[in-house]
């Protein structure tokens, strides 16, 4: 029997995954869905709404988990107790760092990708940010600009439901909210004092159902986002884009196939894809008229470089040389912690709120003049705090026994914590490529990581530094510190770049559509796209680009573009 040959194959189920399975599903078109690990289930994976003392180690997880894993680093915040499950998060597939690199990769293999553990900060991208190479003469424009991609935003958000409010600032245009978060006593106490000096203090873009919205339940604010939410009172693709393709009937999801390469016919267009059966090891091949790569940033170049044919010698669509290369990623850290005086004393409120982006701090510099401070561009910081469930002060305070409990107590409901989010620049030394010595457990060649931080960002890292400072000053609160160094490259989870876009063949390696330039029928949607990050995340954005280049496709579909014989 002929193998069957799917309109779309789609290599990755996460945010840019879940959304493109919805929208062409919803069109009518087969589509193939493949992911790598199994599939999520909240009321099997999830141990929320659970004290550590009823978890068996504390939280913490099992310590032999990763016992014989080919990767045996931990991943922090998710991957704890609660959210273990059965193997959601990669240790199979190892990678390596090149001399003098220490990217931290983390990846959840489940369905719906890190999304079901993300932080939902929504914010929307502007031409301050489309047009930064413009602005301060470092790397490449973005090939859109606001007014073209604004409808798909706010497309995005209608589905997506974020909560916020519009206020009007050149860095972080407004969008289409559901009512903000409802603040602390700690955010006015913030504002008052940012105000003082001049700075934003105002509430985040939080993907976070503050209301009922589209057939999902309002947030009831037990805290636990990190783990996962049980109810989908946030969006993630396991309650939103997953089952709404699926209703469809048009969709087929294989689970536990991780796709090592991208097929190519005679023509060196691409066919389907080539995958690792998990349980088998068997490799298994799936045809399509169209590829889409959504695999998340990395893993989408990982594929195509290892995507090698007789047309494509260097990875597939690879004409331009550049797949792989800008690797970008938000310098994270934290400038300054400590608490507010003012608080101690008052009862701990069960707030519940404090794993949420409730209020940010929207990029304030270079925002009149491109180059007022001694680095270009600019950072956004989040500040958090509140009466969390686990009292994160634990470790900014010193002591022990009955004392240190004490303390823990007295400082509850008064401790806050800066998080910088500073995004690099391109550069020619920061980039991914194969490891010519290493193969996975699978037998794929590992993708390997050149990173350094650059001296704009850790300009950046110091300005916020001595921001904080006025900032604790101005508000009244006392400093404990601030961190020695940033974290390591990786931690964000909001790397960008190594197959950017672009308008010109030579230098991007997909079109402003997200459409591959050498081969029509290969698109790709999640942030590798992104030519350069900027000071806000990049989930939102990529469903709004990921709705938009479907919207793209499906002309195509219809117009023939995707047919061969
Ligand atoms: C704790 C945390 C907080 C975060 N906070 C925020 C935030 O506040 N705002 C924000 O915008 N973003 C945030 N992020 C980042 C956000 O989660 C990611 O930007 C987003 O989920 C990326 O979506 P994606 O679809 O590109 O990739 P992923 O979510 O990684 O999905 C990729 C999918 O592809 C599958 N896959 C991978 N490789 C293969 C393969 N070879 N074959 C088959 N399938 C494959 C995986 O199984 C996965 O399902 C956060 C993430 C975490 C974990
Ligand atoms: S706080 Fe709200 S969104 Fe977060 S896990 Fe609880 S119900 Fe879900």
């Not at 990769?105 to 991208?125: D, E, M, P, V």
């Amino acid at each position: 029997m002929p193998a069957r040959t799917f309109d779309v194959i789609v290599v990755g189920t996460g945010a840019g995954g879940g959304t493109v399975m919805k929208v062409l599903c919803e069109a009518g078109l087969s589509v193939c869905a493949i992911n790598s690990g199994p599939r999520l289930e909240p009321a099997k994976h999830y141990q929320l709404h659970r004290q550590v003392y009823d978890l068996k180690y504390r939280g913490f997880g099992d310590p032999m988990r990763l016992k014989g894993k080919a990767h045996q680093e931990p991943y922090s915040v998710e991957e704890s107790e609660y959210s273990e499950g059965k193997d959601l998060f990669e240790h199979d597939v190892a990678y390596s760092n090149g001399p003098g690199t220490d990217w931290y990769w983390k990846r959840c293999k489940a369905t719906g990708g890190k999304a079901n553990f993300w932080g939902r900060s929504s914010a929307r991208y502007g031409d301050i940010d489309f047009k930064a190479a413009d602005l301060d003469g470092f790397g490449e424009n973005w090939p859109v600009d606001y007014a073209e991609i604004s409808p798909w935003f706010s497309k995005a958000e209608r589905y997506m439901g974020v909560a916020s409010t519009v206020q009007n600032r050149p860095s972080n245009p407004d969008g289409e909210y559901l009512p903000p978060i409802p603040w602390r006593c700690i955010d006015y106490i913030i504002q008052k004092g940012a105000e003082k000096i001049g700075l934003p203090y105002l509430p985040d873009r939080c993907a976070q159902l503050t209301v009922a919205h589209n057939g999902h339940p309002a947030c009831h604010y037990c805290g636990n986002c990190s783990r996962g939410c049980d109810v989908g009172a946030f969006f993630s693709p396991t309650w939103f884009t997953i089952p709404d393709a699926e209703a469809t009937k048009n969709l087929t999801l294989l689970t536990n196939a991780l796709v090592r390469r991208v097929l190519v016919d005679d023509a060196g267009m691409a066919k389907g894809v080539a995958y690792v059966d998990r349980a088998t090891r068997q490799e298994v091949e799936v045809y399509s008229k169209v590829v889409v790569l959504a695999a998340s940033c990395v893993e989408t170049a990982h594929i195509m470089l290892n995507s090698k044919s007789r047309h494509w010698p260097t990875g597939i669509a690879n004409s331009s040389g550049q797949l792989g290369r800008n690797l970008c990623d938000h310098l994270y850290g934290s400038p300054g912690y400590g608490y507010l005086p003012q608080l101690l004393g008052q009862p701990a409120t069960p707030d519940s709120i404090a794993d949420s982006t409730v209020a940010w701090m929207p990029r304030w510099q270079n925002l009149k003049n491109p180059r007022e401070e001694k680095f270009v561009r600019g950072y956004s910081v989040y500040i958090g705090g509140g009466c969390g469930e686990f009292p994160g002060h634990y470790n900014q305070i010193e002591g022990f026994g009955a004392e240190y409990k004490r303390n823990i107590k007295r400082y509850y409901p008064t401790p806050i914590g800066a998080l910088i989010q500073a995004p690099s620049l391109p550069s020619p030394t920061n980039y991914v490529d194969i490891d010519p010595e290493k193969k996975d457990i699978f037998g794929i060649p590992q993708i390997r990581f050149h990173f350094q931080w650059g001296q704009n960002e850790l300009l950046m890292w110091e300005h916020s530094k001595q921001m904080m400072m006025d900032l604790f000053k101005a508000m009244g609160g006392e400093m404990w510190g601030a961190d020695d160094e940033p974290n390591r490259p990786g931690t964000s989870l909001h790397e960008t770049g190594v197959c950017r876009f672009g308008s010109d063949p030579k230098t991007s390696v997909t079109n402003k559509w997200a459409q591959t330039h050498d081969v029509p029928n290969l698109y790709i949607c999640d942030a590798s796209i992104f030519p350069s990050p900027t000071d806000k995340t990049t989930t939102m954005p990529i469903i709004a680009f990921a709705m938009r280049t479907c919207d793209y496709m499906l002309g195509n579909f219809s117009k023939g573009v995707h047919d061969r014989a």
